[in-house]
């Protein structure tokens, strides 16, 4: 059993935590204080006197007042978390795009780290290492036995301390150390390249603050070395989300002017908001970071055809940006129906002399809204349904039942629209995928049915291309549209 939650944290965790990270930048607004309910908080102190003086070891009662504080939140739904001051920064960093590291995208193989790709510029880019090879110690610690979250903790550090990864490089059949002095890593959220003539390919990993500036800079190379572009495929597969901002930029690249992106509905009137396809509503420091668009690729981007590519691990930014090209019929939806986040979550420093971005102690991210499509759906539990089912392989969609959807978690919010239906027959398939996940695993690497998105092996890009060029398409034969699953009060 143990061997099974790790294969499945490895296709979940990712989701997860990005969903946990999308955050709306509108200011939070603070108001009147609610009417205290007295007796209720009668109770709590009597709680709390009565730990502080029977309890068998002593406590400290920060700890315990914090502790009330996040489980009060966590109450609540999935999204809404109290950040400590040690939350905060990772949180910090999870949006941002940065962090102290050597610079590797990474996954697990075999027990050891495996390298995907160093990211470019970043100390382990710069010291050689290569896609394909495993980290076998680090610091001399062997990696076997070690999560993937524990190995990433250890190579992450102070900047300008050293690390020592011992690689194994199967290609040369080699194991040699290198020392790494870590640096301010910013993780690069957008892949671009040209598929096949004429036809390009655009990755969204995650909306971070970077994410606009660097999509408009590698599109913008993309159409200076291939102007007559016929078609571009927006690959938001397991892309988690992020910053709203990021999501109503990106879809205004590919949208007309000041049509609506996505609007929201919540109990303030800061939580009721509609954003439109105008630098107003993304221009986050009153800079338009789609400047970096010269204006006749500006223009061409609002007419290429345009197919997007969506998966159950395509949630939050993600769906608001897929949800608006979907309604205003500016692009096809290729895929499986998308998580179901349909609701935005505020940042606010709990101390109010200071911003988010330089909080000194701790915050609160609370979900403030439902956000709805721009004909009005709430995606809230249930997704976006693609235009076209397609699977993940030509054998079908074989592991998309492990993916972790909003649905899944524990309290999540209902849409608001209509009554939810339970999905009886989930985790029969959530057994069935586990099982062929782990055969899948037993294989050599080149082996397996799980190629790396934009790879000529990707089955869904060559499928999307297809799309492009009015070519049939191979339509899946299993997958129907999920219904909104029921929520346990």
């Known amino acids: 059993?143990?061997?099974?939650?790790?294969?499945?944290?490895?296709?979940?965790?990712?989701?997860?935590?990005?969903?946990?990270?999308?955050?709306?930048?509108?200011?939070?607004?603070?108001?009147?204080?609610?009417?205290?309910?007295?007796?209720?908080?009668?109770?709590?102190?009597?709680?709390?006197?009565?730990?502080?003086?029977?309890?068998v070891d002593p406590v400290d009662e920060k700890k315990l007042i914090t502790d009330a504080i996040a489980g009060m939140v966590a109450g609540l739904d999935p999204h809404s978390v109290y950040l400590d001051q040690k939350a905060l920064k990772d949180?910090?960093?999870?949006?941002?795009?940065?962090?102290?590291?050597?610079?590797?995208?990474?996954?697990?193989?075999?027990?050891?780290?495996?390298?995907?790709?160093?990211?470019?510029?970043?100390?382990?880019?710069?010291?050689?290492?290569?896609?394909?090879?495993?980290?076998?110690?680090?610091?001399?610690?062997?990696?076997?036995?070690?999560?993937?979250?524990?190995?990433?903790?250890?190579?992450?550090?102070?900047?300008?301390?050293?690390?020592?990864?011992?690689?194994?490089?199967?290609?040369?059949?080699?194991?040699?150390?290198?020392?790494?002095?870590?640096?301010?890593?910013k993780t690069q959220s957008v892949k671009v390249r040209l598929v096949e003539p004429g036809y390009g390919w655009v990755r969204l990993s995650q909306f971070q603050e970077r994410t606009v500036a660097d999509f408009a800079r590698k599109v913008e190379d993309l159409y200076k070395q291939h102007p007559k572009l016929k078609g571009l495929v927006l690959d938001l597969r397991n892309d988690p989300g992020g910053y709203l901002?990021?999501?109503?930029?990106?879809?205004?690249?590919?949208?007309?002017?000041?049509?609506?992106?996505?609007?929201?509905?919540?109990?303030?009137?800061?939580?009721?908001?509609?954003?439109?396809?105008?630098?107003?509503?993304?221009?986050?420091?009153?800079?338009?970071?789609?400047?970096q668009l010269d204006p006749i690729t500006r223009k061409a981007l609002k007419k290429v055809p345009l197919v997007v590519l969506v998966n159950e691990g395509s949630a939050s930014a993600s769906e608001i940006v897929a949800g608006a090209l979907q309604d205003h019929q500016r692009a096809k939806l290729l895929g499986s129906q998308t998580f179901g986040k349909g609701s935005v979550q505020t940042a606010v420093c709990l101390d109010p002399a200071f911003r988010m971005d330089n909080c000194p102690t701790a915050a609160l991210k609370l979900t403030t809204s439902r956000y709805y499509t721009p004909s009005g759906k709430s995606i809230q539990?249930?997704?976006?349904?693609?235009?076209?089912?397609?699977?993940?392989?030509?054998?079908?969609?074989?592991?998309?039942?492990?993916?972790?959807?909003?649905?899944?978690?524990?309290?999540?919010?209902?849409?608001?629209?209509?009554?939810?239906?339970?999905?009886?027959?989930?985790?029969?398939?959530?057994?069935?995928?586990?099982?062929?996940?782990?055969?899948?695993?037993?294989?050599?690497?080149?082996?397996?049915?799980?190629?790396?998105?934009?790879?000529?092996?990707?089955?869904?890009?060559?499928?999307?291309?297809?799309?492009l060029k009015g070519l049939p398409v191979m339509v899946s034969k299993t997958q129907v549209e999920r219904a909104e699953e029921k929520k346990d009060n």
């Open 1 to 55: 059993m143990g061997q099974k939650l790790k294969v499945v944290g490895l296709l979940s965790a990712g989701v997860l935590a990005g969903a946990l990270a999308s955050i709306s930048l509108q200011t939070a607004a603070r108001g009147a204080l609610a009417p205290l309910p007295l007796e209720e908080l009668q109770q709590l102190a009597a709680v709390f006197s009565m730990i502080k003086t029977n309890y």
């Open 381 to 467: 539990a249930k997704g976006i349904v693609p235009d076209v089912m397609v699977d993940e392989t030509e054998q079908g969609n074989l592991f998309a039942a492990l993916s972790t959807r909003e649905a899944d978690l524990e309290k999540h919010l209902a849409s608001g629209q209509g009554a939810e239906v339970k999905d009886v027959a989930r985790e029969k398939e959530r057994e069935e995928a586990r099982k062929r996940l782990e055969e899948e695993m037993k294989k050599p690497a080149d082996e397996r049915k799980l190629p790396e998105y934009g790879s000529d092996k990707d089955f869904q890009l060559q499928q999307a291309i297809l799309q």
């Open 91 to 185: 949180f910090n960093e999870g949006t941002t795009g940065k962090f102290v590291g050597v610079g590797i995208e990474i996954s697990q193989e075999d027990g050891y780290i495996k390298i995907v790709s160093p990211i470019e510029d970043s100390p382990a880019f710069k010291a050689g290492l290569k896609p394909g090879d495993l980290i076998v110690k680090i610091d001399n610690t062997p990696v076997k036995g070690l999560t993937l979250n524990e190995g990433v903790k250890r190579m992450r550090g102070e900047p300008n301390t050293q690390v020592l990864l011992s690689i194994y490089r199967k290609n040369e059949n080699r194991t040699f150390d290198v020392t790494i002095t870590r640096e301010v890593i």
């Open 245 to 291: 901002d990021a999501a109503v930029a990106i879809s205004s690249a590919f949208l007309p002017d000041n049509v609506t992106v996505v609007s929201a509905n919540g109990q303030l009137a800061e939580s009721k908001f509609t954003y439109k396809a105008a630098p107003q509503f993304y221009a986050r420091h009153g800079d338009d970071p789609l400047d």
